[in-house]
């Protein structure tokens, strides 16, 4: 799956190196972002960053040298951006303080989500930045149709997709002046993105059905699974899988005896290098299901239809769509077709 | 209330027992019956009679596995917690006499929750060790930690000095929540501080099998101790220098009931987490039912605390459907006007 | 000799609050303890109960040493009604008076009728039949200081120490409780706050300062010399037309 992920996220590079030039960028530009109105006059110099996909969006636009501070890392960086990361200096494993993102007086803040520079901000509020001049600029992914005030970890109003993160994409390729480069690297997710659809549609698949499960608290515990309006339920909806959880959160706490009952044909695990709780180790999860003797009587366990999949790809990011690749591969493996 | 109905023969006390085991058994039942999907009561009895009379019912093994692996180990721990907290938190009302002891009073629930956060969030005890054994510990050095302070504060020197296990109590709970604050705030993020203040709010859904076979002993040797110290406990009426004058060799029924009600109530927070309201009402409701002595009260208050509990977490999981709610929210969402009623009803007969 | 203590001390922090006493109770008799506030009647009480352990001398009763004696035992053979033992919890009279039979009473040596009779005849014997039922919370101060007598009776002792039964009562309460304890016919230490009332006893200790300065017959202790010496007032004897009896009435020295 790495492989081909960074044959992928190669062949991209190679794509927008010799992609037509689109429109340079006029400034002053002023973007709405997130219910804040932001103005550059000219292109940041340097940028630091609060959030892993906001970091990676950077890299991927080939900005990496421009990036000045990282923070908020959930998994190894992409391979492909290992050598660029190898070089910028982490502020934090987690939430960073206000003065040592400030400290580095970067031209741009990316932020991933809301509730680090929000109206809560557990790093400072947009606000607190804008007053010392920093301009702040917060992924789509995270804002559009969702409100971050209702739920731990906010809830959507509409289904996620995608579009949002291409936004996020294409605007901070403006900030930076080099929207051809933006514009090369969201023609190939929508390519990949289609492709995998296109894949999974040839299947003719008919109810099939999943439950994407992120950790529990406890092993044997009621886990996290995802909700059916986001980053999951847009992999499933695209690819023609129906959600067996029915909740708006993102991220809600569903029994087993509820998951076993409505018998979903597959199962998603999700793989992290995190381990807080014991059930982040994927291969816990795997046993698991194999042993417990609930979970062990469901369709896809008996079957060994388990999928597993990055868990930063579950969250509204760039990885996003290489989750719908590894999602639609595994259709096909599983000989789901009838 | 009735202050002074006749001396139960051994007939009605039998009749009492029988009355409460019949009760619990359908509160079990009732756990196992119901749940957060619909499955028909014949289902649930065949497979209880398939499993424990070896009968040859035909049943759907998912059924199966929900109905004796989930359903019915948690009910059954589900009763132990609410006993094993309610009556440690009836014994720490009459030892320390104080209306407002709870078994949390102690430090147990904030030593738990520093525990558990020192090994999920801060990663101590490199995976070796679980949350549950990580709230234990929490929960016991909580406990100790209380017990020396109020050693050191004086409580040795007269028999008056309960005011300060209640202090020390305080003192330790404040030092191991900042503590559970300074690793949450130091090193999580939103999601696991999340799994956190899931766990903190109590959460019956793990319970399995080996949890039932540490939770039911647990629960009886707690009840038991109450039991044997019955006549003690009703000698600290008058406080602690009333119970010396009667017999009552107050150190050692202190130290052997204050440990063992920590001891109980670590092992039901390690399962479950901090559940709260059943340790600090359900005595009270049981005083108002049976009265203040504890041959009647402990036995009264283990069988409400075990039914209220095993009540209060199939609504959790029916009350919103397909979603479960935290165990602790529904303690206190339907014990208090519970609570309040019987409050009011025993003010009037009274 | 029922009760015997000998150099009996307890100090705090280096504090003598008692120290030196020497006592012996007679079989039967009723021994009054008069001193001013602080000058350590209460804690002497507790010593002899053995509810507090001395820090010096010893106490026995009956020959045996109290210190060391199980809490059951000593129960057995002393009760003691510390001053205002009180309770929060819906108890009921007859509640309260069964507590009197704990020292008798294990798990594997449960309620009999004897205990039934026992607490029936204390109930008796401190008038307060019929009040079985009633909560502890509707009785007055002096039918809670017969229901906490009736409770010492229960536990069937062969000493009772009594710490200021009378405080807080009014005077028809006061004099009912010690006519009660005076008739009953066993020996029985009093702390009393009243000289007057100490006069009636059949033998007084006074304390001071932590030390029993003089034992004897009232007569011979209850001195207008010592009264002044040791409450800093001056007394005066006043004979009562009525029977004759004596009385002290007190002016500031």
């Known amino acids: 799956m790495t492989a081909s992920r960074f044959l992928l996220a190669a062949s991209g590079f190679a794509f927008f190196a010799t992609a037509a030039a689109a429109e340079p960028t006029t400034y002053p530009l002023t973007l709405e972002n997130c219910g804040e109105t932001i103005t550059f006059d000219k292109a940041p110099v340097t940028s630091a960053t609060v959030g892993q996909a906001a970091t990676e969006v950077l890299y991927s636009l080939g900005l990496g040298d421009k990036v000045t501070g990282t923070s908020v890392w959930f998994n190894d960086v992409l391979p492909e951006f290992a050598e660029v990361n190898a070089k910028v200096p982490r502020l934090a494993d987690n939430d960073p303080s206000f003065e040592s993102v400030v400290a580095k007086k970067p ?46 970890d906010g809830t959507r109003s509409e289904l996620f997709s995608t579009a949002s993160i291409h936004q996020g994409v294409r605007e901070l390729a403006r900030i930076f002046d080099v929207q051809d480069r933006g514009a090369a690297f969201v023609a190939e997710l929508v390519k990949r993105e289609a492709d995998a659809i296109e894949r999974a549609k040839a299947l003719n698949l008919t109810d099939v059905s999943a439950a994407f499960w992120f950790s529990s608290a406890e092993m044997d515990i009621d886990p996290y699974v995802a909700g059916r309006k986001g980053a999951p339920a847009y992999m499933m909806d695209k690819l023609g899988i129906r959600n067996v959880v029915e909740s708006d959160e993102e991220w809600p706490v569903v029994g ?30 795997i046993e698991f299901l194999k042993s417990d003797p609930v979970a062990s009587q469901m369709d896809a366990v008996k079957n060994n239809r388990i999928v597993i999949m990055d868990a930063h790809a579950m969250d509204a990011t760039i990885r996003t769509i290489a989750g719908i690749e590894v999602l639609s591969a595994a259709l096909k493996d599983f000989g789901l077709a009838k | 209330m009735n202050f002074c109905s006749a001396r139960p023969t051994r007939a009605s006390r039998l009749g009492r027992g029988a009355m409460g085991a019949a009760a619990l058994f359908a509160a079990v039942l009732a756990g196992t019956c119901i ?132 202090l020390a109590g305080i003192a ?21 501080a999340r799994g956190i203040m899931f766990w903190l709010l109590g959460n019956l859904s793990g319970a399995r099998w080996p949890d039932v076979w540490l939770a039911v002993p647990v629960a009886i040797v707690g009840l038991g101790a109450c039991i044997w110290y019955a006549r003690a406990l009703d000698a600290f009426s008058f406080g602690a220098e009333s119970a010396a004058s009667l017999g009552v060799p107050v150190r050692v029924v202190q130290v052997v009931l204050i440990g063992l009600t920590a ?55 029916t009350i919103v459907p397909g979603q479960v709610l935290p165990i602790g929210v529904i303690t206190a969402l339907v014990g208090a006007p519970a609570f309040a009623l019987i409050l009011v009803r025993g003010r009037r007969r009274s | 000799m029922i009760l015997e203590a000998r150099n009996l001390g307890w100090s705090v922090r280096g504090r003598a609050i008692v120290s030196n006493v020497d006592l012996a109770v007679r079989e039967g008799e009723t021994l009054g303890l008069v001193g001013p506030n602080g000058s350590g009647k209460s804690t002497l009480m507790r010593l002899l109960a053995g509810i507090v352990r001395s820090t010096s001398g010893e106490v026995r009763i009956r020959g045996q ?77 002096g039918e809670r200081q017969r229901v906490h007598l009736a409770r010492a009776l229960a536990q069937q002792p062969q000493l009772l120490l009594l710490d200021e039964p009378t405080n807080h009562l009014d005077i028809q309460h006061q004099l009912s409780i010690l006519k009660l304890v005076a008739d009953l016919p066993i020996t029985s230490v009093v702390a009393l706050h009243d000289l007057n009332q100490a006069l009636g006893c059949d033998r007084v200790g006074m304390m001071s300062a932590g030390q029993l300065v003089a034992l004897g017959p009232p007569r011979d202790i209850l001195t207008a010399e010592r009264i002044a010496a040791v409450f800093g007032v001056r007394a005066t004897i006043v004979v009562d037309p009525e029977d004759g009896t004596s009385i002290f009435r007190f002016h500031t020295a």
């Open chain 3, 65 to 141: 040493k109290l210190h060391g004696m199980p809490r059951r035992q000593a129960a057995q053979l002393i009760a003691f009604l510390e001053q205002q033992a009180e309770t929060t919890e819906a108890i009921s009279v007859r509640d309260a008076v069964e507590l009197g039979r704990t020292p008798w009473l294990t798990p594997l040596q449960p309620w009999s009728d004897e205990d039934d009779r026992v607490v029936r005849q204390a109930l008796a014997d401190t008038d307060m039949e019929g009040f079985e039922c009633r909560s502890w919370a509707t009785l007055s101060g």
């Open chain 2, 35 to 166: 749940g957060e999907t619909p499955i028909p009561v014949l289902t649930v009895l065949q497979t209880l009679a398939n499993k424990i009379f070896g009968a040859a019912h035909v049943v759907d093994p998912i059924d199966v596995g929900i109905i004796w692996n989930y359903r019915l180990p948690r009910a059954i721990v589900a009763a132990c917690c609410g006993a094993g907290l309610a009556v440690s938190g009836m014994v720490l009302q009459s030892l320390l006499r104080n209306a407002l002891a709870d078994p949390y009073l102690l430090g147990i629930s904030a030593g738990a929750s520093t525990g558990a956060v020192a090994v999920t969030v801060a990663g101590l005890g490199a995976g070796a060790v679980s949350m549950s054994l990580g709230a234990f510990i929490g929960a016991v050095t909580a406990f100790l930690m209380v017990a020396l302070l109020a050693r050191a504060a004086g409580g040795g020197v007269t028999l008056r000095g309960t005011g300060q296990i209640v």
């Open chain 2, 263 to 317: 001891l109980v109530t670590a092992v039901m927070v390690s399962i479950v987490g901090s559940i709260g309201f059943v340790g600090l009402v359900i005595p009270h409701a049981a005083r108002f039912l049976v009265g203040v002595r504890h041959g009647r009260l402990g036995p009264a208050t283990a069988l409400i605390g075990a039914v209220f509990l095993i009540a209060a977490d199939v609504l959790s999981r």
């Open chain 1, 256 to 285: 087993w005896e509820t998951i076993a009952k409505a018998n979903p044909s597959m199962i998603v695990i999700a793989k992290m290098d995190r381990r807080r709780f014991p059930a982040d180790d994927y291969l816990k999860k």
């Open chain 1, 107 to 152: 031209g741009l803040v990316a932020v991933q989500f809301v509730w680090h520079v929000g109206p809560e901000g557990i790093v400072a509020t947009r606000t607190q930045f804008h007053e010392v001049g920093i301009p702040t600029y917060v992924l789509p992914a995270d804002c559009v149709a969702k409100d971050n005030s209702i739920g731990v």
């Open chain 2, 172 to 192: 330790g709970s404040q030092l191991f929540n900042a503590l559970t604050s300074f690793i949450i705030t130091k090193s999580a993020n939103a999601e696991q």
